[in-house]
């Protein structure tokens, strides 16, 4: 029975984790959208990676 809990308590913790994203649209200074701009998301702590994305034909982009 105690294998069950400990299985429990670890497993709910997976189900908290959530996903942040960030969606955008680059445009130019005469508000012409930009494509195929890149957008790059440093890391504001060190143990975290880099994130990129590359904005669309409207100069939409969304960074996971």
Do not use: C, H, W
Not at 11 to 19: I, M
Not at 31 to 59: Q, R, T
């Amino acid at each position: 029975m105690k294998l069950f809990y400990i299985f429990f308590i670890l497993f709910s913790f997976n189900s908290y984790s959530q996903t942040q994203f960030f969606t955008g649209v680059v445009t130019s200074d005469s508000n012409i959208p930009l494509e195929n701009a890149n957008i790059i998301a440093l890391p504001l702590l060190k143990n975290e990676g880099v994130k990129f994305a590359i904005a669309d034909s409207k100069g939409r982009f969304k960074i996971e």
